[in-house]
């Protein structure tokens, strides 16, 4: 089944400065990367996503770029505010599969 | 968009007893439904997928005589966790397939259950 490693388990940055929190997965059939921020004791809350047709999506401050061959994806957020201060989880999956969860990024942004 | 409402948000319960979550979608038919658990400071582990009127499929290492799921009808699942021990007390979430955004993945909000 498929496996997701994502890299930092935690991130530490300015606040203005950018993060990066990179993931990779094993299922080549894999097709689609969600990216989750979750709160404490809340819903996981998506944030964005990338299917496998596509190399890189931006959404404001949030991208997030996908290579396929060498089965990586990460997630960029720029110009970070303290309230981007949160758990970050990437995810993988292909078809109606469940989602395979990252071990997940705690993202701490310094005021 | 998508709503699926998760009952009850926090629980309390001692050992020995049973608690039932529920997870319904509002507004769509979940064909599947995820059932994930959470432990602190942890990512979501996968326990169990179930399809309505079929019986859940469980992940290596969740008993299924402990962890119930139901998935009677297309818009409600549930997990009820039997003869619950304080190791059960955990965040528990659902994710139901089948509405339009995020992929076809809705989260429910979450059952932090506690046992004492």
């Known amino acids: 089944g498929e496996n997701v490693e994502q890299h930092p388990s935690t991130l530490s940055v300015q606040e203005g400065d950018s993060a990066v929190i990179k993931c990779t997965y094993s299922?080549?059939?894999?097709?689609?990367f969600p990216w989750y921020k979750q709160e404490l004791g809340k819903r996981p809350q998506l944030i964005i996503d990338i299917r496998s047709n596509v190399g890189e999506k931006k959404d404001q401050r949030i991208a997030v770029t996908l290579n396929k061959t060498a089965k990586h994806f990460s997630l960029h957020i720029t110009e970070t505010q303290p309230e981007d201060s949160a758990v970050y989880f990437c995810?993988?999956?292909?078809?109606?599969?469940?989602?395979?969860f990252g071990k997940g990024t705690r993202l701490s942004v310094i005021a | 968009g998508a709503v699926v409402s998760q009952h009850p948000s926090r629980v309390i319960c001692k050992s020995g007893t049973s608690v039932k979550i529920e997870c319904r979608s509002l507004d769509f038919q979940a064909t599947t439904m995820f059932w994930y658990r959470q432990f602190p400071k942890q990512s979501l582990m996968l326990m169990a997928t179930s399809n309505e009127g079929s019986k859940a499929t469980y992940e290596q290492g969740v008993e299924k005589d402990k962890f119930l799921i139901n998935h009677a009808s297309l818009t409600l699942s549930t997990l009820t966790v039997t003869s619950a021990h304080p190791e059960d007390s955990s965040f528990y979430i659902c994710?139901?397939?089948?509405?339009?955004?995020?992929?076809?993945?809705?989260f429910g909000s979450g059952t932090r259950l506690t046992v004492v």
């Open positions: 995810a993988a999956r292909g078809g109606n599969t469940p989602l395979v």
């Open positions: 299922d080549s059939a894999s097709n689609y």
């Open positions: 994710s139901a397939y089948g509405g339009g955004g995020g992929g076809g993945y809705t």
